[in-house]
């Protein structure tokens, strides 16, 4: 196997090991604030997309630190905010289609459960989310420092 391709796995199965805490993270605050999971007594009961954004913003938090440190600390930010902006505007859009999923299962299809809810949104939802982040955020924040050009013309010996 190539190098690039090496790199390319290496990345892929970092990003996912970052994924999954941040998942795991906003599953359980999810749960906790939409089902009252674990503590008995729902917080949000009655508003699980709103519990879901808020959960997964923690878990965007934990992801861009995990991303830019360990997932492509050799890709330097070109922006001044270290790719903050450009990264919570990709999770923020990617977040619509597990959001779309939720919003069906709830309004659509009229399952009011834990399990609908997070085989939507946590199933579903997050499995299209990652690859559109994954793409998005090596394209657009974690890309590859510019190369020094070559040059054409060798300098006279």
């Keep these: 196997m190539s190098d ?3 790199r390319l796995l290496g990345e892929v199965w970092r990003f996912f090991a970052v994924a999954q805490l941040a998942t795991w993270v906003s599953f359980v605050i999810f749960n906790v604030l939409a089902h009252g999971w674990l503590v008995g007594t729902t917080v949000m009961g009655d508003q699980p ?7 997964n913003c923690v878990g965007m ?5 995990g991303a830019r440190g360990w997932v492509f600390p050799h890709r330097p930010p ?6 903050w902006t450009a990264y919570v505007v990709i999770n923020l859009l990617a977040m619509v289609l597990p959001v779309g999923c939720l919003f069906l299962t709830r309004h659509v299809l009229h399952l ?6 997070n085989l ?12 559109a982040r994954f ?3 090596k394209r657009f924040v974690f890309r590859r420092p510019l190369e ?6 060798s300098a006279p010996s």
């Design 112 to 117: 009011d459960s834990m399990l609908a809810d």
């Design 148 to 153: 020094a050009p070559t040059s054409a013309v």
């Design 78 to 83: 070109r922006q001044a905010d270290g790719g």
């Design 120 to 131: 939507s949104a946590n199933g579903v939802g997050l499995v299209l989310a990652f690859g």
């Design 4 to 6: 690039r391709w090496q």
């Design 61 to 65: 938090v934990i992801s861009y630190h």
């Design 49 to 55: 997309i709103v519990a879901y954004v808020l959960a």
């Design 135 to 137: 793409y998005l955020f």
